[in-house]
């Protein structure tokens, strides 16, 4: 972290170089990487309205980090599902692309399958859902 933190201090000011050190916590294969990338969601410089600041840690995590992501406790796709509710509501259009990381639930155990179609329900059942999420959401649950 000591590092991280060094490399921020210098690159803070190049928007391109502070989303890969995003992108590079989101990766990480640390067992609490999931919190971390919780705690990052508030970091001053993360913006859930900077659709490359989503991608570089919703998304890395999300789609890069397969073993944290799918962990056994639904965690990471209730994380998932806060922030493509919280997204929808300012940005249709970049919620549906992250929502699009769990529509290729019935690739995993029945478990997880189930995790997943929960979070997806509970993303459909929310008030006010956008079209662009709502198809995404429902057309996976449907086929």
Known sequence: THLLADFYQRWKSDQLVLDKWFTVQAVSKRSDTLEQVQQLTRHPDFSITN?????????????????RFHRADGAGYRFLADRVL?????????????????????????????LMREQLQRVLAA????????EIGSKSLES
């Open 51 to 67: 659709p490359n600041r989503v991608r570089s840690l919703v998304g890395a995590f999300c789609s890069a980090n397969p073993v």
């Open 127 to 134: 008030d006010s859902v956008s079209p662009d999420v709502y």
């Open 86 to 114: 919280e997204l929808d509501r300012l940005n249709p259009q970049v919620a549906s692309r992250m929502l699009r990381l769990m529509t290729r639930w019935r690739r995993y155990d029945d478990s997880r399958q189930k």
